[in-house]
């Protein structure tokens, strides 16, 4: 059984195009994470869920919606997609906020091409 | 601003010994990560130091000296499936990861 899994694994769109990331965890964590990492490798956080509330939103554009149905999930809706959205996005999880040896677990990871 | 430093790319020999160090200045500190990743795979989670000291994991040993900021990641007995990017980050004072950009580690046979 995959702890974190995400579907699509692989999304090529056109410009303009709207598209959903899906993200699962059967962890029964309490906190789960957007990342985006560039092709430069840099993970960078996009946002953060506690028991389904948003706790970190850095500064993303308003095109990224984040939604959590419920603590064992977290989609990602992308509205009005642009070249520069071309990454791979991962989804995590953790045991909780404000703990220090807060382990995340990765999802396998979306990549987004934008044409 | 919070920054993390690490080198881009480092090669080793296979059956060798290499180090990956890592500098951190954030805001405040409530441990340090190390995160291994494949090349087009999820990052996974190696160790944890929060105490000054060496942790050891088998043939992985991490580092850590809060007093200089400065961790380094310890791998001996080089195999080729160590071939990766290594990851490190920081949890700040307000329990969010600050992530370095990674180190590409090549393993020659």
């Known amino acids: 059984d995959t702890a974190v899994s995400q579907t699509p694994k692989y999304l090529v769109t056109q410009m303009g195009n709207d598209k959903s990331i899906k993200c699962e965890q059967n962890l029964g964590h309490d906190t789960m994470y957007w990342y985006k990492q560039d092709s430069k490798k840099f993970l960078k956080i996009m946002f953060s869920y506690n028991n389904k509330e948003l706790i970190i939103n850095e500064t993303v554009p308003n095109r990224f919606s984040p939604k959590s149905p419920d603590k064992a999930h977290l989609n990602l809706h992308i509205n009005s997609l642009e070249l520069g959205d071309s990454a791979v996005y991962f989804c995590a999880s953790s045991p909780e906020l404000g703990s220090g040896a807060n382990v995340l677990t990765f999802g396998a990871g979306s990549r987004l091409t934008v044409l | 601003g919070q920054n993390i430093d690490q080198p881009t790319e480092m090669t080793a020999t296979e059956g060798a010994i290499v180090q990956i160090n890592c500098t951190y200045q954030t805001s405040g500190f409530n441990g340090l990560f190390w995160y291994q990743q494949h090349a087009g795979e999820a990052p996974t989670f190696l160790s944890y130091?929060?105490l000054d000291g060496l942790e050891e994991k088998g043939r992985f040993s991490s580092f850590l000296s809060r007093s200089k900021g400065y961790s380094y990641l310890l791998l001996k007995e080089l195999q080729m499936k160590d071939s990766a990017s290594y990851l490190c980050a920081v949890m700040d004072s307000n329990y969010q990861l600050i992530w370095g950009a990674g180190t590409k580690l090549i393993i020659k046979p």
């Open positions: 130091n929060v």
